[in-house]
């Protein structure tokens, strides 16, 4: 498979540098990405970057992480208006591991193949520099004037927010294209990749691996950015009124995570659809049909939040969270609602009304009208309970309460905590017993 053209119908070519696609046909090539570990988990703002990987490896060429345990210790100014925290080695070393297992979904790092994936951490090679090695081996091959050309120093130089850039941030391109000149000489790197926005600080390395050439080498390195995400709103991509979207389940439920890309609109769905999953032209544009022809259907985001979970969170998961949003629209059993966790129960009751009780009396055993109407207001009277229930207008946990002499004890507990209530078709009341 030709790797260029496979990104390209994809529409994840910002800028390529002459020669990239020619290098890539000729031989297989080593390329990587550079991820901060700023947080233990990915989020799915760097999934377009492990998407690029995932399609070199697919394409037959090798895949190389680089994990930025020293940069992540600076901050790179790109598309930031303020100084990034610094991280201990700690924490970046915890970081580091978890991003190692969640790129393992997406990567093969085992196995005999000659490209399998490799994860590389720059502080194993940058903590051996002292500061007057640094500028003395890296800063002479470099200018001022062609640092300060960059536009991720321009704007942070003479923008609005007139913050500044500290030396360390200014510094920054230096220690990215020191990493790009040691992958280079170390495992025959040629190719740095990243979103449009890191343009700058690789083509610093490629500039770099050319001055540091040895007399007569024929030192040529090469890159290749994809655009920044955005939401046809306008919007940012990736970003929700309650922060980013993880691939670690216990900061994102597999439920949220899978619901996010359900509800994409119809114009990002047909977008992401390329980005982020592994199907072939053909197989997208017949959905983008089908989806034409039965927009209320939403095939293309079916597919789409179907493709995703399945490769970040597993088949089972994935599962579980079209079971679990079926709860809503009145088609679960009470099996599917027993069988969903406390995090991804809470998630789709989020937002409904909630009623606490007294656990002793649900041990106890507590008449379903009492229950409704005396230990919570769920029902204004006792007699418009029994009324409703009469009618068959009232469900526990998914199953229609037969008569008013119904008893509720611990056996009927959700996650040994919770109720689930319901009045009519559409009103939902959780119970919380504590």
Not at 67 to 89: H, Q, Y
Not at 168 to 173: A, I, K, L, R, S
Not at 176 to 200: A, E, I, P, V
Request: hydrophobic residues 40%; charged residues 25%; aromatic residues 8%.
């Amino acid at each position: 498979m030709n790797f260029v053209e496979e990104l390209k119908w994809r529409g994840m070519v910002h800028d390529m540098m002459p020669g990239t696609e020619e290098l890539l046909q000729k031989e297989m090539t080593s390329a990587y990405v550079g991820i901060d570990p700023t947080a233990d988990s990915l989020h799915i703002g760097h999934l377009v970057s492990v998407m690029m990987l995932k399609h070199l490896q697919v394409c037959g060429h090798r895949p190389i992480v680089l994990v930025g345990g020293a940069t992540g210790m600076i901050g790179d100014p790109s598309g930031k208006s303020d100084e990034r925290n610094l991280l201990d080695e700690e924490t970046l070393q915890k970081n580091q591991d978890g991003l190692k297992a969640q790129l393992s979904r997406f990567l093969d790092f085992e196995g005999d193949a000659e490209n399998k994936a490799l994860m590389v951490n720059n502080y194993d090679w940058m903590k051996e520099f002292s500061f007057l090695g640094f500028i003395r081996d890296i800063g002479k091959h470099i200018t001022v004037n062609y640092m300060m050309a960059k536009d991720s120093v321009k704007k942070r130089i003479t923008g609005e927010a007139n913050s500044g850039l500290s030396f360390t941030e200014f510094t920054y391109q230096l220690v990215q294209g020191t990493d790009f000149y040691h992958l280079y000489n170390t495992y025959n790197c040629k190719l740095q990749m990243g979103g449009s926005d890191q343009w700058g600080n690789i083509t610093t390395g490629t500039e770099l691996i050319r001055r540091m050439a040895k007399e007569g080498e024929d030192a040529k390195a090469y890159a290749l950015t994809c655009p920044l995400i955005t939401k046809a709103d306008g919007g940012k991509f990736g970003k929700t009124e309650s922060g980013n979207i993880w691939l670690d389940p216990a900061r994102t439920s597999p439920y949220k995570f899978y619901q996010f890309w359900l509800n994409t609109s119809d114009a990002d769905a047909e977008k992401y659809i390329k980005i982020f999953t592994l199907l072939s032209q053909e197989e997208v544009s017949n959905l983008a049909k089908e989806h034409a022809e039965a927009p209320h259907a939403r095939a293309l985001q079916k597919r789409l939040a179907e493709e995703i979970t399945v490769m970040v969170h597993g088949r089972e998961a994935y599962d579980a969270s079209v079971e679990a949003s079926q709860i809503l629209f009145g088609k679960a059993t009470t099996d599917a609602l027993k069988k969903i966790d406390e995090d991804t129960f809470l998630a789709v009751f989020e937002g409904v009304p909630t009623h606490t009780v007294a656990k002793a009396d649900i041990e106890a055993g507590l008449n379903i009208v009492e229950l409704l109407a005396t230990n919570t207001n769920i029902f204004p009277s006792k007699g418009e309970a029994r009324k409703t229930i009469k009618g068959g207008g009232v469900s526990l946990n998914k199953e229609k309460v037969a008569n008013a002499d119904v008893v509720v004890n611990t056996d009927a507990l959700l996650n040994n905590k919770y109720l689930l209530a319901q009045k009519g078709k559409k009103n939902y009341f959780v119970i919380i017993a504590e």
